[in-house]
């Protein structure tokens, strides 16, 4: 039988914050039944307002603070957390830290994995980070504006700062704004799938601060094309590439198949661990290359590479960990699933001069399984897969190869704890702790490190 819920719509009530979400909101109960509450800190006493009531949980605002967490950031402007730009903002750095910290140990108690979760390691400065920016262009009373989309809509809210970008960028998006306002450039209708121009991507290198301006069209043309492309390079001087990218189909996907190259070079460049990356405008490129460098560090040293070592990087992207590792080890096998990552990867190699990585196209199960048959027997697998984690058949595939140390970067620790479970069962076990680095501050995602080694 359907339970009833115990609150309706409209009701108030007090209570004590338990806990905080994934999605950053506030956890309340009302006789044992669960409430989500926006910009609410665990350990405050609050009126809490219910929003909105389904079976098995309810929504709630906060009416009143009646006591206040010492966690609370109270410098941060509301219109963030409205945005869902930075849903941890209403956290101090230190909470935000922790809260990942427990995150990460919490699932790994679930699975009943026994295992230290160290303390988050978190950048000095948490804001302005982000190398990349898609932001939306829509119509709003008649001029085309740039925002983000309200928490939990699609509705879009006009914003010039976005906090965790990178100033230079937030600067760029408004300066090509104020571009496509000047030529009367259509803005986007998704109801009716008209106008011009979707999505400004704009991407900087962090060390070589080369910019990258993408306009994410519907239409093939774009009008005025000339004048907006002489009014950009004369706006912002760090431009070196100026691109069209076509997305004709009524989708969320933000970038289309087609990129036309209006000015410029059809890639940016910038450096990671000593290395440079060419970086196009669909390449997988990590947006926090500060944190990347401590992420990529950390694995490398947990691994303790060795020059003799034969090493497979299951998830290779544009070969960011294999290029990074390359000068430690005897030779590194990369196998990524999207074509172009791997052309990308390959002239990566060359930009560096690196001749010991190789990459081959393929989904990561499939190509390990091949190498497993032919005897490939690697030393290391490093493997960081997207949020969904791993499939059985590449935990069975990594095992089938016995390496002696298998290093898990992972960008979503329900999967992680998952997953590790999975190699406990087959003779590997948690070599020392597990890491967590706070590659997205004021967000509520968590990079961590977990190294499984052989049992002997």
């Not at 809490?48 to 410098?75: A, Q, Y």
């Not at 230079?168 to 009716?192: F, G, M």
């Not at 990258?212 to 005025?224: E, F, G, N, S, Y």
């Amino acid at each position: 039988m359907k339970r009833k819920a115990p609150v309706v719509k409209n009701q108030e009530f007090e209570a004590t914050v338990i806990d905080i979400t994934y999605e950053g909101n506030g956890v309340v109960k009302y006789e044992d039944f669960p409430i989500f509450v926006v910009n609410a800190v665990p350990g405050e006493k609050i009126l809490v307002g219910v929003t909105k009531v389904t079976s098995n949980f309810g929504f709630g605002r906060v009416i009143r603070r009646l006591e206040e967490s010492p966690d609370r950031n109270t410098e941060i402007d509301t219109k963030v957390l409205t945005s869902g730009v930075a849903p941890l903002a209403h956290l101090t750095y230190d909470a935000q830290l922790k809260h990942k910290q427990k995150q990460v140990a919490d699932v790994f108690n679930k699975q009943h994995v026994d295992v230290e979760v160290l303390p988050t390691i978190g950048m000095e400065n948490p804001w302005g980070y982000r190398n990349k920016a898609q932001i939306p262009v829509r119509e709003i009373n008649g001029e085309v504006t740039t925002g983000f989309y309200r928490r939990g809509s699609h509705r879009l809210q006009p914003m010039e700062d976005f906090y965790i970008q990178d100033p230079e960028i937030d600067k760029a998006i408004v300066v090509v704004r104020d571009i496509l306002r000047k030529y009367h450039v259509a803005a986007y209708d998704e109801e009716n799938h008209k106008g011009v121009v979707r999505t400004i991507m704009i991407r900087r290198g962090h060390y070589s601060h080369q910019m990258m301006i993408v306009l994410v069209t519907r239409a093939k043309r774009l009008p005025t094309a000339e004048f907006i492309i002489n009014d950009i390079r004369e706006a912002l001087p760090e431009v070196v590439s100026i691109i069209q990218n076509v997305n004709q189909e009524k989708t969320n996907v933000i970038m289309g198949d087609t990129n036309k190259v209006l000015w410029g070079e059809k890639a940016i460049k910038d450096t990671l661990l000593g290395k440079t990356f060419a970086i196009g405008p669909n390449s997988f490129y990590q947006v926090n290359p500060e944190m990347t460098e401590v992420v990529y560090q950390n694995a490398a040293d947990k691994a303790e590479l060795k020059p003799t070592d034969v090493v497979i990087d299951a998830y290779s992207g544009i070969g960011t960990i294999s290029l990074t590792i390359a000068d430690r080890v005897k030779s590194v096998l990369g196998v990524e699933v999207v074509p172009e990552a791997v052309d990308d990867a390959k002239r990566n190699a060359d930009i560096n001069g690196i001749q010991n990585a190789k990459f081959e196209l393929g989904k990561a199960e499939d190509k390990m399984a091949e190498w497993a048959a032919d005897g490939l027997k690697p030393d290391v697998i490093f493997l960081d897969p997207p949020r969904k984690g791993l499939t059985q058949e590449l935990i069975d595939a990594a095992v089938e190869m016995g390496p002696d140390r298998v290093v898990y970067i992972s960008c979503n620790p329900a999967t992680l704890a998952r997953d590790v479970a999975l190699f406990l069962e087959q003779g590997y076990q948690i070599k020392g702790d597990v890491q967590p680095i706070d590659q997205f501050p004021q967000t509520t995602h968590v990079e961590s490190v977990t190294v499984l080694e052989r049992k002997a």
